[in-house]
């Protein structure tokens, strides 16, 4: 295949059969796309990866057959992270990188490059030219089962890091699929719920994250999603597929569905879902029919076609068959990005880092330790290269004057669970540190599921209660999708949230324990109290196949701050061992007006002890705004390394939008506010500096008049007060004092303004007069 320009592309369509098309529109199998030699076309071959390549050989290398297709994709899905290796045949080891949940904590663009690179590399070893990822669904709630391939509440985040990978991947010769296109938030049912949104939260949400990887990254493919988007599937939703992605935002690549998503083939395609994946025999055959009987128009069709050419030119231009994947470097990779993302929770009198002089005894306790959870559950399973265990990797930093112990803790298989408890307090008891590693409850969990509970697996809230009521320096290690409740946080003394770290995470769990890493992520989620704090609680997970995201744009943080609860840990906490201050904010604009940018400077020193890295984060907090807002939102961040002593200015830049919010009843992104805080801070509860700024409203056309639009709205016009006095004066032969009077008493009304009027002057003035002037005030604004 060498045609790789429009012309040439459109002459290949050109010779295709209905067949043909049919064929290059579906899959073939469960991983490539239909190879037609009688054209010189070959297929290309994908497969999932969001934070590893998982190659199943009994899937890939087996043949093209779709017999058992569907078993094998069941199989898939439904497999639990720690028979990655057993429950779908052989699958090529891999590198087994930090999950999205983690990831997303490291705010670190440069990383998720070199992240992206590392997953292009493995893909061009195993001859993969698309990998299915990343997946940058917002984690509107911590119960989602799929939250832990995702990597923030926030758009900026999600689309920043979703870019970085993006690139890295695509700079080194493999596409990338960036899913799932959209609001897949909820794995009950997720194939026939519909999330229901309102348009200004789906612009300001759970698009924006995609409208921003997309202007940033230019991913090879989107996939649309398995959900239904306000009651049309979004595999056959053209407002999503074609108004917004290809006609607003101008995106030129390929849609792939997600694996079997579609139920109505024809009204996919003419959506905007170009590629059926996998192979379904029946959804093809009702392609071709709808092709042969002209049911979809030619250019669409044709359209799709060459968007998949296309696709299929760019991979195998950029294939580089036996590419070597240096997987032993990508675990050094592996174990930086955990390090650097871990979120230091609580450091209580700097009971972190350990000292292995002044701690000689540590006890470490929880199979967590010597059987690690580095990641979820589902399609997204990488079998891993190789594992650091965390228990291994803290021996190997302690030296050989600590006295380590382990203790596994499963009251699960333990009749009595008080013993259990009793037994490690008698073992705690003599010990200088203890080190529980606790995960949440396994009951529901991974795709396929929702969590019904932010509870620790049983006996571990219990333990850690008891231990630290003992009087023991505890320190809780955290595996977990996302957050869990803590009803023992403020007894214990330091609290490590690890999420699933990948195969590296036991040595980057090790360096940030003895202290030879920094910490220095920091939160993309909030973190509540309970559960019932969770924003649209009250509304999850739907009724009648209607899942109503009723918090609108108040997501996350947003929702915390306008409710003024305080949750455990807000967007954007992590602590470090050593300090920061924030010096000399300033701003180059005294006023924002439409269509401008700024930028923001500041000074971050480190005043602390050692070097570490504090992630800047940059807030916009609008003053008396047309609509309601958010109280803040974050529009930028910075990670910035500093030496101890050492101080370094950074520039953070605001765009036009970063100001805006989305007017439904304009339809348009419009600047509407009376001022502006912004806000430079380490958290989105711990804000370091502000200025302000005023803000130049866009003006408006003003809303039609008419005798019924009620007083409040007639007097808004500048000109109304003037024209209906002198109106009035005209036509009862008032003195102006007399018509003010009367305007006055029909401004209080909350009824239309004729209907009020005549109560004060009765039929004596038509409402076809009172129409006429308003009519002429109407045009002054035309």
């Given at each position: 295949?060498?045609?790789?320009?429009?012309?040439d592309?459109?002459l290949?369509?050109?010779?295709m059969?209905?067949a043909e098309?049919?064929d290059?529109?579906?899959?073939q199998?469960?991983?490539k796309?239909?190879?037609?030699?009688?054209?010189?076309?070959p297929?290309?071959l994908?497969?999932?990866?969001?934070?590893?390549?998982?190659?199943?050989?009994?899937?890939?290398?087996a043949?093209?057959s779709?017999?058992?297709s569907l078993?094998?994709?069941?199989?898939l899905?439904?497999?639990?992270?720690?028979?990655?290796?057993?429950?779908?045949?052989?699958?090529r080891?891999?590198t087994?990188?930090?999950?999205?949940?983690?990831?997303?904590c490291?705010?670190?663009?440069?990383?998720a490059?070199?992240?992206g690179?590392?997953?292009?590399a493995?893909?061009q070893?195993f001859?993969?030219?698309l990998?299915?990822?990343p997946g940058i669904?917002?984690?509107?709630?911590p119960?989602?089962g799929?939250?832990?391939?995702?990597?923030?509440?926030d758009?900026?985040i999600?689309?920043?890091?979703?870019?970085a990978l993006?690139c890295?991947m695509?700079?080194?010769?493999v596409?990338a699929?960036?899913?799932?296109?959209?609001?897949?938030?909820?794995e009950i049912?997720?194939?026939?719920?519909s999330?229901?949104v309102?348009?200004r939260?789906?612009?300001?949400?759970?698009?924006?994250?995609?409208e921003?990887?997309?202007?940033?990254g230019?991913p090879?493919?989107?996939?649309?999603?398995y959900?239904p988007?306000?009651?049309?599937h979004?595999?056959?939703?053209?407002?999503l597929?074609t108004?917004?992605?290809r006609?607003?935002?101008?995106?030129d690549g390929?849609?792939?569905s997600?694996?079997?998503?579609?139920?109505?083939?024809p009204?996919?395609?003419t959506a905007?879902?170009?590629l059926?994946?996998?192979?379904?025999?029946?959804?093809?055959?009702?392609l071709?029919?709808?092709i042969e009987?002209?049911?979809i128009?030619?250019?669409?069709?044709?359209?799709?076609c060459?968007?998949?050419?296309?696709?299929v030119?760019r991979?195998k231009?950029n294939?580089?068959?036996?590419?070597p994947?240096?997987?032993?470097?990508?675990?050094?990779?592996?174990r930086?990005?955990?390090?650097?993302?871990?979120?230091?929770?609580?450091n209580?009198?700097?009971?972190?880092?350990?000292?292995a002089s002044?701690?000689?005894?540590?006890l470490v306790?929880?199979n967590g330790?010597v059987a690690?959870v580095?990641?979820?559950?589902g399609s997204a399973?990488?079998?891993?290269?190789r594992?650091?265990?965390?228990?291994?990797q803290?021996?190997?930093?302690?030296g050989?004057?600590?006295?380590?112990?382990h203790?596994?803790?499963?009251v699960?298989?333990?009749?009595?669970a008080?013993?259990a408890i009793?037994?490690?307090?008698?073992a705690?008891?003599d010990?200088?540190?203890?080190?529980?590693?606790?995960?949440?409850?396994k009951?529901?969990n991974g795709?396929?599921?929702?969590r019904?509970?932010?509870?620790?697996?049983?006996g571990?809230?219990?333990l850690?209660g008891?231990?630290a009521a003992?009087?023991?320096?505890?320190v809780?290690?955290?595996?977990?999708?996302?957050?869990?409740?803590?009803?023992?946080?403020h007894?214990v003394?330091?609290v490590?949230?690890c999420?699933?770290p990948?195969q590296?995470g036991?040595?980057?769990?090790?360096r940030?324990?003895?202290?030879?890493?920094?910490?220095c992520g920091?939160l993309?989620?909030s973190?509540?109290?309970?559960?019932e704090?969770?924003?649209?609680?009250?509304?999850?997970?739907?009724?009648?196949?209607h899942?109503i995201y009723?918090?609108g744009?108040f997501?996350?943080?947003?929702?915390?701050?306008l409710k003024?609860i305080?949750p455990?840990?807000?967007?954007g906490?992590?602590?470090?061992y050593?300090d920061?201050s924030?010096?000399?904010l300033?701003?180059n604009?005294?006023?924002?007006a439409?269509g401008?940018?700024?930028t923001v400077?500041v000074?971050?020193?480190?005043t602390?002890k050692?070097a570490g890295k504090?992630?800047v984060?940059?807030?916009v907090?609008?003053v008396?705004?047309?609509?309601k807002?958010?109280?803040?939102?974050l529009?930028?961040?910075?990670?910035v390394?500093l030496?101890?002593?050492?101080a370094k200015?950074?520039?953070?830049?605001?765009?036009p939008?970063d100001f805006?919010?989305f007017?439904?009843?304009?339809s348009?992104?419009?600047?509407d506010?009376?001022?502006?805080?912004?806000?430079?801070?380490?958290?989105s509860?711990?804000?370091?500096?502000?200025?302000?700024v005023?803000?130049?409203?866009q003006?408006?056309?003003?809303?039609?008049?008419?005798t019924?639009s009620s007083?409040?709205l007639?007097?808004?016009?500048p000109q109304a007060e003037?024209?209906?006095?002198?109106?009035?004066v005209a036509?009862?032969?008032?003195?102006?004092?007399?018509?003010?009077?009367?305007l006055?008493?029909?401004?209080?009304?909350?009824?239309?303004f004729?209907?009020t009027?005549?109560?004060?002057?009765?039929d004596s003035?038509?409402?076809?007069e009172?129409?006429?002037?308003?009519?002429?005030l109407n045009?002054?604004?035309?």
């Amino acid at each position: 295949m060498v045609q790789d320009t429009h012309d040439d592309m459109t002459l290949l369509v050109d010779q295709m059969t209905a067949a043909e098309k049919a064929d290059l529109l579906s899959g073939q199998g469960l991983w490539k796309t239909a190879a037609i030699e009688r054209l010189g076309i070959p297929s290309i071959l994908m497969t999932d990866g969001a934070y590893g390549v998982r190659y199943s050989t009994t899937q890939i290398n087996a043949g093209d057959s779709d017999d058992n297709s569907l078993q094998g994709f069941l199989a898939l899905v439904n497999q639990q992270a720690d028979e990655a290796g057993t429950m779908f045949g052989t699958t090529r080891p891999a590198t087994c990188f930090p999950n999205g949940n983690l990831l997303g904590c490291s705010w670190d663009i440069d990383l998720a490059y070199r992240m992206g690179a590392a997953l292009a590399a493995e893909c061009q070893n195993f001859g993969v030219h698309l990998l299915l990822g990343p997946g940058i669904n917002t984690r509107r709630t911590p119960l989602a089962g799929r939250a832990y391939e995702y990597y923030s509440e926030d758009p900026i985040i999600n689309g920043d890091l979703a870019a970085a990978l993006i690139c890295g991947m695509q700079d080194n010769g493999v596409g990338a699929s960036l899913k799932h296109f959209a609001c897949n938030n909820s794995e009950i049912e997720r194939t026939t719920t519909s999330s229901d949104v309102d348009e200004r939260a789906l612009r300001e949400i759970y698009l924006a994250g995609f409208e921003r990887a997309i202007e940033k990254g230019r991913p090879w493919t989107v996939m649309s999603a398995y959900n239904p988007v306000n009651g049309i599937h979004a595999t056959q939703n053209a407002w999503l597929l074609t108004t917004v992605l290809r006609e607003q935002w101008g995106y030129d690549g390929l849609v792939v569905s997600d694996w079997h998503a579609i139920r109505d083939r024809p009204a996919s395609l003419t959506a905007g879902t170009d590629l059926d994946m996998p192979e379904s025999k029946p959804r093809k055959a009702q392609l071709l029919t709808a092709i042969e009987g002209g049911g979809i128009d030619r250019e669409t069709i044709d359209a799709s076609c060459r968007r998949v050419l296309d696709l299929v030119q760019r991979c195998k231009a950029n294939e580089k068959p036996g590419t070597p994947a240096d997987l032993e470097d990508h675990h050094v990779l592996s174990r930086q990005i955990a390090a650097e993302s871990i979120v230091l929770l609580r450091n209580e009198n700097a009971a972190l880092p350990l000292d292995a002089s002044a701690s000689p005894r540590i006890l470490v306790v929880g199979n967590g330790a010597v059987a690690p959870v580095i990641q979820g559950s589902g399609s997204a399973t990488t079998n891993p290269y190789r594992v650091d265990i965390p228990f291994e990797q803290i021996c190997k930093r302690a030296g050989e004057h600590c006295t380590i112990r382990h203790m596994p803790f499963d009251v699960e298989t333990t009749a009595d669970a008080a013993s259990a408890i009793n037994t490690v307090l008698h073992a705690a008891a003599d010990c200088d540190v203890v080190l529980v590693f606790t995960e949440n409850e396994k009951s529901r969990n991974g795709e396929g599921n929702d969590r019904d509970t932010l509870k620790l697996v049983k006996g571990h809230d219990d333990l850690i209660g008891a231990l630290a009521a003992a009087g023991r320096r505890v320190v809780v290690v955290l595996s977990m999708p996302d957050t869990v409740e803590m009803p023992w946080l403020h007894k214990v003394d330091a609290v490590l949230a690890c999420f699933f770290p990948g195969q590296g995470g036991g040595e980057a769990i090790a360096r940030v324990l003895f202290g030879d890493q920094n910490p220095c992520g920091k939160l993309s989620t909030s973190m509540p109290v309970r559960i019932e704090d969770i924003p649209g609680w009250h509304t999850y997970p739907g009724e009648h196949d209607h899942h109503i995201y009723s918090e609108g744009v108040f997501v996350g943080y947003r929702y915390y701050d306008l409710k003024a609860i305080a949750p455990a840990f807000p967007f954007g906490h992590g602590l470090s061992y050593t300090d920061f201050s924030y010096e000399n904010l300033s701003i180059n604009r005294e006023t924002i007006a439409p269509g401008e940018s700024c930028t923001v400077t500041v000074t971050i020193r480190n005043t602390g002890k050692i070097a570490g890295k504090e992630i800047v984060q940059l807030y916009v907090r609008p003053v008396r705004p047309g609509l309601k807002r958010p109280i803040r939102e974050l529009k930028a961040f910075s990670k910035v390394h500093l030496e101890r002593g050492e101080a370094k200015t950074i520039d953070l830049l605001l765009h036009p939008r970063d100001f805006q919010h989305f007017d439904v009843s304009r339809s348009n992104w419009v600047l509407d506010a009376e001022a502006f805080i912004i806000e430079v801070a380490s958290s989105s509860r711990d804000i370091r500096q502000s200025r302000n700024v005023a803000c130049e409203r866009q003006v408006f056309p003003l809303k039609k008049l008419s005798t019924r639009s009620s007083p409040s709205l007639i007097f808004s016009h500048p000109q109304a007060e003037n024209a209906l006095k002198s109106f009035l004066v005209a036509k009862l032969l008032l003195s102006k004092e007399e018509a003010v009077a009367i305007l006055d008493q029909v401004r209080k009304s909350f009824l239309g303004f004729y209907d009020t009027l005549s109560w004060y002057v009765g039929d004596s003035v038509p409402e076809a007069e009172i129409a006429a002037v308003l009519d002429e005030l109407n045009q002054t604004e035309e």
